[in-house]
């Protein structure tokens, strides 16, 4: 199973753009890659995915390298509300492993104003 | 769509009792999920079920039992609660693996 290694805490400013890097060097060939944002006391709640290179949506970009052996969370001027903690996932693809998305430990991301 | 929906919201239970967390989803998603989330911890998958009557152990099974009967439950069940099961509990849904999983509310489980 591919795990996920992430930066424990960050912080931030409004305003600013945040970066948040996951490594996962034993990513399978099918697997995708995958962020969840995470408020006290409420679960997960899906953000983005991606196979390779860029895919962006309404509230984030994701940034796969050519070997994706890690990936880029990128927050556009961050709020206070995003204050959370996000979890990338590796798995999901056909590659025996189905089943078990595994989580990390997440990162903290701590926005001031 | 109500989505994934847990009962109960919270929970106390003693030593060596049992009882059942409930789950259930009405997207007719295949895909369903049991995570537990410790103080400061990310999420671990307890048990997973790819579709009605197949399901399948995760990263920490030990002390709980599920089965799925129909596409839309998912029920979990603590077979004699101990105080290393004091957690909260999520369930998730999705249409496959590959895709996005939809979070329940989450139950709180105390052992005492």
């Known amino acids: 199973l591919a795990k996920t290694t992430q930066p424990i805490s960050m912080d931030s400013y409004e305003g600013q753009e945040v970066n948040i890097t996951c490594s996962h060097n034993?990513?399978?060939?099918?697997?995708?890659i995958t962020w969840y944002q995470q408020f006290p006391s409420q679960g997960p709640r899906f953000i983005i995915q991606g196979y390779k290179t860029k895919v962006t949506n309404e509230v984030a970009s994701l940034f796969i390298p050519a070997d994706r052996k890690s990936s880029t969370l990128s927050l556009p001027r961050v709020s206070l509300s995003d204050t959370a903690v996000y979890y990338c996932?590796?798995?999901?693809?056909?590659?025996?492993?189905?089943?078990?998305?595994?989580f990390g430990q997440g990162t903290t991301l701590q926005v001031k104003p | 769509n109500a989505g994934v929906t847990q009962t109960p919201k919270f929970q106390v239970l003693k030593t060596g009792q049992s009882m059942t967390l409930q789950c259930a989803q009405d997207m007719n998603h295949e895909y369903m999920s049991w995570y537990r989330q410790d103080p400061g911890m990310g999420l671990r998958l307890i048990h997973y079920s790819v579709g009605a009557g197949i399901t399948d152990q995760g990263e920490v099974p030990n002390g709980y039992n599920v089965s799925r009967s129909t596409t839309e439950d998912f029920p979990l069940r603590l077979l004699s609660a101990a105080p290393s099961q004091t957690s909260v509990y999520f369930c998730?849904?999705?249409?496959?693996?590959?895709?996005?999983?939809?979070f329940g509310p989450g139950t709180r489980l105390t052992v005492t």
């Open positions: 996932l590796v798995g999901g693809g056909s590659s025996g492993n189905t089943g078990k998305l595994i």
């Open positions: 998730a849904s999705s249409t496959d693996l590959s895709y996005e999983q939809y």
């Open positions: 034993n990513i399978a060939t099918n697997d995708y």
